[in-house]
Nanobody, 126 residues
Framework: QVQLVESGGGLVQAGDSLRLSCAAS????????MGWFRQAPGKAREFVAA????????DYADSVKGRFTISRDNIKNTVSLEMNILKPEDTAVYYC???????????????????WGQGTQVTVSS
């Protein structure tokens, strides 16, 4: 059984930093993609960042470029999201996602991911 478990969410002030982690178990995603999505109240889920297991290519949503950094450890089967200069508009439930395939494109489409975590709340106060 594949499981993705997120951790690291919380309440912070604008300008602060926070690090989210996601541990995968049940299978490896070393040849696929691991990513982060988020969903704010009343809004649709949106792509945040993705990283490939092969080559380490990363992609980011424009709204987080330069502030967020995604990384992964293929041996530990984990993915992390370092979030800096947080803004109130970053407030959302953040979800870890994993895809078995490499996804050279379509990485921002949640339907292309095979597994999801339960989500962790990030709240940024102004």
């Amino acid at each position: 059984q594949v499981q993705l478990v997120e951790s690291g969410g919380g309440l912070v002030q604008a300008g602060d930093s926070l690090r989210l982690s996601c541990a995968a178990s049940g299978r490896t995603f070393a040849t696929g993609v691991m990513g982060w999505f988020r969903q704010a109240p009343g809004k649709a889920r949106e792509f945040v960042a993705a990283i490939r297991g092969i080559g380490g290519r990363t992609d980011y949503a424009d709204s987080v470029k330069g502030r967020f950094t995604i990384s992964r450890d293929n041996i530990k089967n984990t993915v992390s999201l370092e979030m800096n200069i947080l803004k109130p508009e970053d407030t959302a439930v953040y979800y870890c996602a994993a895809a078995r395939n490499y996804l050279p494109y379509g990485y921002d489409d949640g339907s292309r991911y095979d597994y999801w975590g339960q989500g962790t709340q990030v709240t940024v106060s102004s």
